[in-house]
């Protein structure tokens, strides 16, 4: 929990916008939350004072490359990896996913298997599918629990084999919030020999990552995601990155993370990210007393960083608990996913409901009339909406909140839905 909300909101220029008069409420975090005014000055410091290409011999291009060496250990501090050229950055998750697998594919055979999931965005699906269909390889597909969109466990148990290559799998539903058991799905994969790559886009604005603990080979996420910039992270245990072979061009460095790292990057996304991680100290000040860390961090950086995860853990919690308990209650409501308020530890508050008989996109229409931003459709996890049956009818309309939200803001939300 937070000592000064009002002050955490101050730090979101966007949340200065009005509409009609009235203050913009933003539920659309899922997608893509409004950034910290530290990112934005950290991106405009550097193009405007530090901007340059890589590796040359004068003053900006040394700058830029001591900022990115800056960034990359900042982002191994939001993860807790071993050095920050573990982490490779790229355009955004997806990208660095389908670019990953094809490296994967690699070293795969036919009759290899992989086991993919229905609870999983798009982007931790297709990518793999494809490159399995290129090698030949068997694809196995995790079932879901559709009254409350769990993983079917059992299905992970009797799948993984001595075959099983690698384990596709989300840390978070980005459809519905569910928070899945990873530590149980690594041991198992990881009992067979298998790879395990994490989709961590959902968690990362919600929970605390240490891919360290949780012993993941692969780990992806997006710093849009967490109040930054337009910057994908991918996680790999170095022993990994230097064994797969890297899709790049010739006169690239093969050490790690310019091996994976195609073409130029956006340098300023970069800064932005270090914005963040300043934002996050900052954070850590103004929460309230907290048990301490399970486990050492690599830094003392990582260990405030952590710690204001943590905080926006048990803030996002208290209003979850609220808006469900509220939301379930208005008649007409179907809620999907988790929404016995005794299991929030087993999901983030992101909310999908379906009102009445209305069609997702007139429900957020609705809303968005009344000056309140919502999502509706698939959200790229349409293996999940087909298996609810409710794809070819619109999808869901999904609610995402954020540590900058207010139960102001929730009471807004539900006084429209009741009117």
């Known amino acids: 929990m937070f000592t000064h909300p009002d002050a955490i909101r101050a730090q979101f220029p966007a949340l200065r916008r009005t509409i009609n008069g009235r203050p913009l409420v933003f539920f659309d975090a899922p997608g893509g939350t409004q950034v910290t005014q530290r990112c934005v000055d950290f991106m405009t410091e550097y193009l ?19 900022l990115l060496a800056v960034a990359h250990e900042a982002a191994a501090d939001f993860l807790n990896a071993r050095s920050g050229d573990e982490v490779v950055f790229g355009q955004n998750m997806t990208s660095l996913t389908f670019a990953l697998s094809r490296s994967v594919g690699r070293v795969l055979c036919a009759g290899d298997e992989i086991i993919l999931t229905r609870l999983d965005h798009d982007a931790n699906f297709t990518p793999w599918k494809m490159m399995a269909e290129e090698r030949g390889a068997r694809v196995r597909v995790v079932d879901v629990h559709p009254e409350d969109c769990t993983l079917v466990l059992e299905d992970f148990a009797r799948f993984c084999t001595a075959r099983t290559r690698l384990v596709a799998v989300g840390y978070v539903s980005n459809a519905v919030g569910t928070i899945n058991p990873l530590t149980e799905i690594i041991r198992m994969a990881h009992a067979v020999g298998a790879w395990v790559f ?26 849009y995601k967490f109040w930054g910039p337009h910057l994908g992270l991918l996680y790999g245990k170095r022993e990994l990155l230097e064994q797969l ?13 310019d091996k994976f790292q195609t073409g130029t990057q ?24 907290l048990p301490p860390e399970p486990a050492p961090l690599r830094s003392a950086r990582a260990a405030v960083v952590h710690r204001a995860m943590r905080a926006i853990q048990a803030y996002e919690r208290d209003l979850a608990r609220y808006l469900i308990a509220q939301i379930t209650a208005i008649p ?24 009445r008989d209305e069609h997702p996109r007139h429900t957020a229409e609705r809303l968005a009339a ?19 049956g409710v794809e070819a009818s619109g999808g869901m309309v999904r609610i995402g909140l954020t540590h900058y939200n207010t139960r102001a803001e929730v009471d807004r939300l539900l006084n429209a839905l009741e009117r």
């Open 245 to 257: 072979p890297a899709y790049k061009v010739r006169p690239a460095a093969d050490t790690l993370p």
């Open 370 to 388: 009344q000056g309140i931003c919502v999502w509706d459709g698939n959200y790229y996890a349409i293996n999940l909406t087909e298996r609810l």
């Open 266 to 289: 956006s340098h300023e996304a970069a800064a932005g990210l270090i914005g963040v991680m300043e934002y996050l100290e900052w954070l850590a000040t103004q929460a309230e007393a």
């Open 332 to 355: 007409g409501v179907r809620f999907f996913g988790i929404s016995d308020t005794s299991r929030l530890h087993e999901r983030v508050p992101t909310i999908a409901i379906r009102y």
């Open 48 to 66: 405007i004072h530090h901007n340059a290409n890589t590796h040359g011999a004068f003053v900006t291009s040394q700058e830029t490359d001591a």
């Open 198 to 223: 994490v989709d961590a886009v959902a968690a990362a604005p919600h929970l605390p990552i240490d891919v360290q603990a949780l012993d993941a080979d692969f780990l992806a996420c997006s710093a």
